[in-house]
Every structure is written in C-alpha cells, then in structure tokens.
C-alpha cells in the first residue's frame, strides 16, 4: 500500500488528504487503515507524532460518510476516549480537517469549564462525540448522553489514561457501549494492566506496533548537553535566539521549575509562555493557542500537561531537565520531527543528571549523541568512556538499535561537531528566521 489513493476511501476524504498535501500514509496508517476499514478491531502500539489519529479518523469518517445519517440527539454513532483536555481538542480538529467535505456533527465534551454549551451540543445531536472520562461519565449520569447507538470506540493513549487514574471510570464506560461494535486502541506502551484492558475490550484485533524510536532515530537529531545548573537557563537563552531555531518547546521536570524558566525567558526578551498542571485549563489552552499561532516562540511544559501537544513546525525540543524515565523522553522529543518533518532534540544534562541518562541511552542505544560543544562539558573521549555502551555493558535492545542507527549517529555527529552552535543548513537557516518573524509580526499586531 504506497499512497492513499490506492486506500478504499470515499471522495471527500481523499479530497481532505490532498487539502492536507499528505502524500504517503506513515507507517501506522498503511497498518491499519485498510484492515480497520474492512470492519476489523485494532490494537496499536504507538505515540502521537505517528500519525495515529488520522489512523483511526480515517476509518471513522469513511464509515459514517458512507451513511448518510442524521445526528441523533444525545446519541452518538462514535465515541474517542482521550485522557486530557488537549488531546481531546486536537482529535477533534483532526477530525474537522479530514472530514470538512462530509456533513457531520461532532461534540467535545471534557471537564475544567462548563457543561452548557456541551450539553447543547449534545441535544443538538452529533455523529462524534470526542471525550475525556470523567465529565463523559457526568454527563451520562445525568441523562445527556446515552452510548447505546455506538458503533465505533476509539481509547486513545490507553497508558496514559491509567497513569492518570482513569481506569475505573474508562471500565464504566466499557460497561455501557454496545458489544457489537468496532475499536481501536491505542498505546504507546503495552503493560500487562494494557494488555488485559485491551483483551477485554477488542474482539480478534490486528495487532499493529510502531517501534517507539521510529521517529526519534531517523528524523530527530539528538543531542547532550553536559553543564552545571547555572549554565542552563544562559544555555537555554542562546539556543532559542540562534537562526536555526523556530518554535521551542522546553520541558522542566516540575511546575515551579517551568514557571521560573519561562518567566527568566520571557524577561530577556524571548516571548514564552508556561503550561503545566497547576494553571487553568483555560490558561493552558490559551498558551497552547498563543504558541501554535506563532504569538509566543516558546513553550514550556511538564510532563502531563505535553502530553498531545501537536504542533506543527516545532524545530527543537528543549529537556531543560533529563526525563525521570526514557519513555517520556521519547514521548518528549517526539513533539518535534512531526511525520516526516525533521528536528532538533537537545538535552541539558548535569553530573547529578547522568544516571537517567543512561537509563535513556539503554532504551535507545547511540541515537543520543553525546555532544561536548559546551565550554564547560568534557571532551567527548572523556565522555564515551563514561558511558555503558563503551565498557561493553548493554542490554540486547540497545544492541539491535545500535548497529541499525550506526550510520545517522556517525552522521549527526558530524554535524554536531562542526556546528559551534552556527548551523549548517541554510534551509534550516531561512525556517527558523522566517518562524522567528511570524513571532514578531504576531505579537506587533498583538500590540
Ligand atoms: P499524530 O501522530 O496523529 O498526532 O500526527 C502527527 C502529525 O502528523 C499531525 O500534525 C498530522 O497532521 C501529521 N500527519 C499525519 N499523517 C500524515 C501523513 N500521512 N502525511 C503527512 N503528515 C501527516
């Protein structure tokens, strides 16, 4: 399956992907697309930035435009499931986009602000019904939704949704969808309490995995910088204003710590903004707008609140701290590099920092390069031998992954270490000045 064209979908979709100028499916989508199509359940192991979304809207949309049907009110024909506020947002704007020459009505409904206007929306009746748990599951029980018409569920980021506690009330969900019907489920991660939770749900899935550092390793460039604390807020600083750099997505391990980051940022002259989970929703969604619309160039966040954040044109993630644990380190720079864009992934990494870098190392073999062109780092001799993959000690994981990345890391490294911070490549050049513009222009209108 090479191009969508080739796929069994309906004009106006295959209309929508030209609007969109996608050309190939990604890997997730020549999976599934075709399978889910022809009616069968779903179970992908996969993170955002794969294009999954468009995986399963694909299929969705096709089934309902093919139908014609009216909204039924408080009846949806679809439900997603998606852990947060942001994530449900970007789901439903991907449906918009790849359904915008169908006639069908959509609704969103997620807690932090009021019911209103999503209890109308549901009266009014809409074919999709995009959902975080908790305030799907008040909405039931106050009799606004009824399930009993689904016939397509989507779990998205299943692992995530635990993480944050929702298992009992996703359960309760389940408990009132019809048993006839499709699903898709979707994790970046597959824990046997995923695993079982899936079995559960899906009934004879095409099992579909897409490596976690599929994107990371070919299309994101990888780097380490070794410094003291007090360097890194200076470091920070001439990254975001060097030419190379567009949008600028930072992570802090606390919320203290991304607030007190933007704010030393945005002082000095660069427009940031913070997000994380002690600010509204509303503040959240309105920096998360200001960044995707170019009004800030800056964006820092924790954890949680990333999650989902789908922004086109992010030229560099930023770990002002090393990742707890690699797989949010994946999940992080994987916010750049977005289906087939490149990006620029730098880690700031102190000596009490290291251990989870080796953790990070383990999971991805010598796709993170180490590189020493910080005045205060050590030479990257010094460093190798400092590494577990020197002393011959690695798991059979990072083995694989490294004789098969070997020749992009010889590459990027190269690069690297030529750079001194003055990028190479021109086009990258003319992106990043020509973002930093839109920045400008965006906040003198502002004004
Ligand atoms: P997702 O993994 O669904 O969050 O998608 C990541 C990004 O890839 C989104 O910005 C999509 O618009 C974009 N995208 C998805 N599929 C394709 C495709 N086949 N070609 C180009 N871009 C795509």
Do not use: W
């Amino acid at each position: 399956m090479k191009t969508f064209e080739e796929m069994d979908l309906i004009a106006p979709l295959q209309r929508a992907l030209k609007d969109e100028q996608y050309k190939t499916p990604t890997p997730i989508q020549a999976k599934t697309i075709p399978v889910a199509v022809s009616g069968r359940d779903v179970l992908g192991c996969a993170q955002t930035g794969t294009g999954k979304t468009a995986a399963f809207a694909l299929p969705i949309l096709n089934h309902l435009g093919q139908r014609n049907r009216k909204a039924v009110s408080q009846r949806p024909f679809v439900l997603v499931l998606a852990p947060t506020r942001e994530l449900a947002i970007q789901i439903s704007n991907s449906f918009s986009t790849y359904g915008k020459h169908l006639k069908l009505r959509q609704a969103l409904v997620y807690g932090g602000v009021g019911q209103a206007t999503q209890v109308r929306a549901m009266n009014r009746g809409a074919h999709i019904l995009v959902a975080t748990p908790g305030r799907l599951l008040d909405l039931m029980d106050q009799g606004h939704i009824n399930l009993a018409q689904i016939e397509m569920v989507v779990l998205d980021e299943a692992d995530r949704m635990l993480d944050m506690g929702f298992l009992p009330d996703v359960k309760r969900i389940l408990s009132r969808l019809p048993r006839k019907r499709q699903t898709f489920f979707y994790s970046a991660t597959m824990s046997p309490t995923i695993v079982d939770l899936a079995k559960r749900m899906l009934t004879q899935p095409v099992n579909v995995k897409i490596q976690s550092n599929s994107v990371s390793v070919d299309k994101i460039e990888q780097k380490v910088l070794f410094l003291r604390r007090d360097q890194k807020q200076e470091s920070l600083r001439s990254i975001v204003t060097a030419d190379d750099a567009g949008q600028v997505l930072v992570f802090t391990r606390t919320k203290r710590g991304a607030d007190v980051v933007a704010r030393k940022l945005d002082q000095s002259g660069v427009n940031t903004a913070a997000i994380h989970g002690n600010k509204s929703q509303n503040a959240r969604q309105r920096a998360l707008e200001a960044f995707r619309k170019y009004r800030v160039q800056v964006l820092v966040a924790t954890d949680v609140a990333a999650r989902g954040i789908d922004v086109d044109g992010i030229t560099h993630v930023i770990n002002f701290d090393i990742p707890m644990d690699p797989e949010s380190y994946v999940h992080r720079i994987g916010r750049t590099g977005r289906a087939g864009a490149s990006g620029i992934a730098i880690s700031f990494c102190t000596e009490g920092e290291r251990r989870e870098l080796r953790e990070i190392q383990k999971l991805l073999g010598s796709s993170v390069r180490l590189i020493t062109d910080h005045s205060q780092a050590p030479t990257e001799q010094q460093h190798r031998s400092s590494t577990p993959h020197s002393k011959g000690r690695s798991t059979s994981r990072s083995t694989a992954r490294r004789s098969s990345s070997r020749r992009s890391s010889t590459r990027s490294f190269a690069q690297a270490s030529t750079s001194d911070g003055k990028p190479k490549n021109k086009r990258k050049q003319r992106k990043g000045r020509n973002a930093r513009q839109r920045v400008k222009q965006a906040s003198t209108s502002k004004r």
